[in-house]
């Protein structure tokens, strides 16, 4: 994998941190404020008298602060909701490109080896037209020459002869075995 891949799978692991964090902060304070109603409650129910001004405030405060918080959780839990899902459609985006390329450069190993054949097939018969074109000329030299008679030669003497040839052209001699 790249380090961009792991730069981004980082960058959402601490984005998934953050919203933890987030959400326990807030669970805490949840807590925390229904707590603080229960408390009111049980006071109001332990007194005789009704509630006042005062705690009616207090009371509907806390409740509009305790709603705040659940939706707060709400939409963290979303976020990390959202967050993983993207995490997850990354990493089959990584797979996916990572195959694309893996095919692609099997497929540039195959055309390479393929074009590498082709023109080894090329050079061989490149040879062969030039070895039949000096046999041809082997014969038309002996034809020339008005023997009358075709020279009848085995493969193995016409690479001997094409070796003579050849040697004759760079002037040297082989070696005899």
């Not at 925390?32 to 109001?44: F, K, Q, S, T």
């Not at 390329?101 to 062969?128: C, G, I, P």
């Not at 034809?143 to 016409?158: A, E, K, N």
Request: net charge negative; glycine share 4%; proline share 2%.
């Amino acid at each position: 994998m790249s380090p961009t891949v792991f730069q981004a799978l980082e960058e959402r692991d601490k984005q998934i941190d953050a919203l933890k964090r987030r959400l326990e902060e807030v669970s805490g304070d949840l807590d925390l404020n229904a707590a603080l109603m229960d408390d009111v409650r049980n006071e109001l129910h332990r007194s005789s008298r009704g509630p006042g001004d005062a705690q009616t405030r207090k009371i509907a405060n806390m409740q509009s602060t305790l709603r705040a918080q659940q939706d707060s959780i709400k939409e963290a839990d979303l976020r990390a909701q959202e967050v993983e899902c993207r995490g997850v459609v990354f990493a089959k985006y990584i797979s996916l490109c990572h195959w694309i390329f893996r095919s692609f450069f099997a497929s540039l190993n195959y055309m390479f080896f393929w074009w590498q054949a082709e023109t080894d097939a090329r050079a061989k018969d490149k040879e062969l037209s030039d070895a039949l074109e000096r046999m041809r000329q082997y014969e038309a030299v002996s034809d020339h020459q008005g023997l009358g008679f075709g020279i009848h030669l085995s493969p193995v003497q016409i690479s001997v002869l094409d070796c003579l040839f050849t040697c004759c052209q760079k002037k040297t001699v082989p070696d005899s075995d």
